[in-house]
Structures are given as C-alpha cells and as structure tokens.
C-alpha cells in the first residue's frame, strides 16, 4: 500500500471507487465536487491509498478553508471513503491528512466519514475526538427505490398522498431544469425560506458555481414548482452514483396552502427511480444518535414519505486539532457570533 496525492487521469477510477464504498452515495467525496470548491477558490487536495495492483482502497478529498489573519482549517467532507482496510491501513492514511494539515499551517482538521455508527474506533485510533457539532446530517433518512411507484407511494402515510392530491387538484405543475438561469428565482425563493425559518443561507454565487459544475455533467437538477404562472417552489437534486440527494430546499411565504413541496419530492423520487438511482436521500432528520429540537417539523415531513424506512446513522463530525491556541480563538469567535 502507498500513498498518492491524485490527479486528473484519476477521475474516472475516483468516482468509480467512491459511488461503489461510500453508504450515503458519495456526492461531496465525488471527483466534481472538488472542482466546485475549487470555483471557490478553495485549494483541494486529493489523496489516494493504492494496493500493489494499482486499485483505489481509500480515498480522501480535502478541502483548505481560509479564515481572517491567514488561518486555515481542513475539512474533508463525508470522507475518507474507504474499502475494507485494516487499522494499519488507514493509520497511514491519517497520517498523510496530518502532514498536510501541518504543511498547510492548518489549526484543526475536520472530517465525517460515510461510516456508519460502530466505526468510531477507526477515528479514534488515529487520534481524531468526536467534535461538539456537525457540519452534515448525522442522520439521514434513504428511501429504497427497488420497490414499485405503486408500492412506494402506498408505504406513504395517508396526509402525504393526501397532500400529493391536493397539489395536482391546485394545478401545481412541476417541471425539471439543468439552467443555470433558473439559480434566479431558487435564490429569491431561498430568501424567503431563510428568513422564515431562520437560517443563513450561503451567497448566491455558491449556489451558481455549484450548479454551473453539476448541472452539465447531469449530476444537478432543479426541480421547479409553478402555480397560476408563478414559481412557489425549488428543489436542488443532485445525481451521484446510485443516489439521488434531496440537497436544497426553497419555497414562497404565497401559495402555501397548495402543498407544492410534496409535489416536488414524489417528481423527484420518480425521476430518481426512472434514472437507475437506488436510493433517494432526503437529507438530515432526527434519529436516535442526533435530535434537534427545530428540525422536529422537517423530520415529520420527510418521515411522511417513507415511515418504515430506517434512519441511516452515521459516526458524525470528528476533529483533531495542530494548533489549540488559534482552535481555542476559532472556537470563542464562533460563540460570539452563535
């Protein structure tokens, strides 16, 4: 086993390696993604552990994010994603990231691996604690869509097919786009979503410059809700591997009443079934490992769509910090500013 740092004559095996080992479909680890952050101007680094026959064994991308005073922390999201390696394995691994966190002058290295809970030894081993919160979903909730449409939307609960009704009786109609035109109203409509439920969403430019990488390589859609001429709703789809991801979600504070975003979700669901994906994420939601008080209302909603569906728990965030003086700062700045 031996550790390279990877270029682009890579990509195909990457994204082969990470769609076929990461269990949440392996859209953040994929090789686009880094180009994304790249338009960012984030520096990417992407580490590759290959076994004597040339073959990818685990991967990990890394994402450099700059702070004020010329600090900076690594963060590899959903990642490493790994085969089934021995502890040794994944030690040199671990053991490059840290060089380039020291390289790099990085204060703290973050990452949340697509492993499920029961795994934690393999961060912990390695030096990594778990970290005070976390950056994606700890739980998530993936509809299986082996079965029918019929089956799937009769596993639904009563209100949601009820809901579904309501919005096609309103004449909510539902049409799919991969322009990047269409980021205009999605970031009016995030806006609106942000200041009623009380969130900060990111710039606008982030979302374009994710959907102007995405969206031509057909990993991207969005998912547009009209009624009585008027665009009430979006969602952000991704295509990843075998699984579609419910990424982002923005509605009007007019028409609520007409139900469009369950309209949106079963579009999307049936679209994922018709392009091959297995699963369909709909994204965090309370489980057993992880509760949020202000996510009770998402949780109910998506729960709607797939009651008997398990959560898919994984171990979350986890941190090692190179310096805990400037960590300590990080740390009482982020407090501040809550």
């Not at 739980?139 to 596993?155: R, Y």
């Not at 309103?170 to 035109?181: A, K, P, Y």
């Not at 209302?297 to 709607?304: A, D, L, M, P, V």
């Amino acid at each position: 086993m031996h550790i390279l740092r990877l270029t682009d004559e890579y990509q195909e095996h990457w994204n082969n390696f990470v769609a076929s080992n990461a269990a949440d479909g392996g859209l953040l680890h994929s090789w686009q993604w880094g180009e994304f952050q790249k338009e960012l101007d984030n520096k990417i680094f992407r580490l590759g552990l290959i076994n004597n026959e040339g073959q990818l064994q685990a991967a990990a991308q890394l994402i450099r994010y700059e702070l004020p005073f010329e600090y900076n922390y690594l963060y590899c999201p959903r990642g490493p994603v790994i085969n089934v390696l021995k502890i040794d394995d994944l030690n040199s691994l671990f053991a490059e990231i840290k060089n380039i966190g020291r390289e790099e002058k990085s204060f703290l290295i973050r990452m949340d691996p697509p492993w499920l809970t029961g795994n934690e030894k393999n961060l912990t081993a390695a030096g990594f604690r778990k970290a005070e919160g976390e950056i994606q979903p700890k739980c998530s909730l993936m509809l299986d869509l082996a079965p029918s449409e019929e089956e799937i939307l009769g596993a639904m609960k009563p209100k949601v097919r009820y809901n579904l009704g309501l919005a096609r009786r309103h004449g909510v109609t539902v049409r799919v786009s991969d322009q990047i035109s269409d980021i205009e109203p999605f970031w009016q409509l995030t806006k609106q979503t942000a200041q009623r439920d009380g969130f900060a969403p990111h710039p606008k430019e982030h979302y374009m410059k994710m959907f102007s990488v995405l969206a031509p390589e057909g990993l991207a859609k969005l998912f547009i809700a009209e009624h009585e001429n008027k665009i009430i709703a979006i969602n952000l789809i991704t295509f990843f591997g075998s699984v579609a991801v419910y990424l982002h979600g923005a509605s009007s504070n007019i028409y609520r009443e007409v139900m469009a975003p369950y309209l949106l979700q079963w579009e999307a669901i049936l679209a994922a079934k018709k392009m091959g994906c297995k699963f369909y994420d709909f994204g965090g939601i309370n489980g057993r490992t992880f509760n949020n008080d202000k996510w009770a209302g998402i949780t109910r909603f998506k729960t709607g769509f797939a009651p008997a569906a398990p959560c898919t728990e994984y171990v979350g965030s986890y941190e090692k910090v190179i310096n805990p003086f400037v960590y300590s700062a990080y740390k009482f700045v982020k407090q501040i500013r809550g």
